[in-house]
């Protein structure tokens, strides 16, 4: 009995001392680290100081770039009648034939009006403004599309005409008039203009012109 017991107790003892067996060998699955947007910010963040670096290094004279030139002051006083002191559309910068300009005025302190409107505070007078948009009007109703010259446009009315903001010496004034209904037979030309000083409505209205040969 004692002989079996201690066998027992030995099998018993081997049994518990052998090592398990190793677990079968796979893929090891490690839990999966969150994304972080953080190398993205960084990154964004380097390119935003790189345009900003960029910038202070460009001198501010060089930031901006001129308007284009679509008619420059000779091709329009092959259109227009007006001359000095009386024409006040410098360069069109958009056309479409038959449809609309657009075109500036380069306001300054030399123009001939500003020394009695005001001395002490150099306004452009809204009466001008409202010519110089005609005059932009004029540039579309004088072209061949629309079948115009110069000996048979006047401007024939005015409606609805607001000024939003003064214009003053060193702003340049850029005028939109789009041809919005055209009467060939009678020759009269309705259109709606707005004038803008660096992005804001400074004059806007409905105008009407007629051709003489109408």
């Known amino acids: 009995m004692e002989t079996a017991a201690a066998v027992s107790v030995s099998r018993s003892a081997c049994r518990t001392a052998l090592p398990s067996p190793a677990p079968r060998q796979g893929r090891v699955a490690f839990p999966r680290r969150p994304l972080s947007a953080a190398p993205s910010q960084r990154l964004v963040a380097r390119r935003a100081a790189a345009e900003d670096n960029a910038e202070e290094e460009l001198p501010i004279e060089k930031r901006f770039a001129a308007f284009p030139t679509v008619m420059d002051i000779n091709q329009i006083r092959e259109i227009l009648p007006h001359r000095f002191p009386f024409l006040l559309v410098d360069r069109v910068i958009e056309y479409r034939a ?69 214009v003053i010496a060193g702003d340049t004034l850029v005028m939109r008039m ?37």
Do not use: W
């Open 98 to 166: 038959g449809e609309y300009a657009v075109a500036i005025k380069n306001v300054t302190i030399n123009d001939n009006f500003f020394p009695g409107h005001f001395p002490e505070r150099p306004i452009m007078p809204g009466v001008l403004m409202v010519e110089a948009m005609a005059q932009v009007g004029g540039i579309v109703m004088l072209q061949p599309e629309v079948g115009g010259s110069q000996d048979n446009f006047f401007f024939a009315g005015v409606d609805k005409v607001r000024f939003r903001k003064p």
């Open 178 to 214: 789009t041809l919005t209904k055209y009467q060939k037979r009678f020759g009269l030309a309705k259109m709606e203009g707005k004038a803008y000083v660096g992005g804001d409505v400074v004059c806007e209205g409905e105008f009407l012109l007629i051709s003489a040969t109408g």
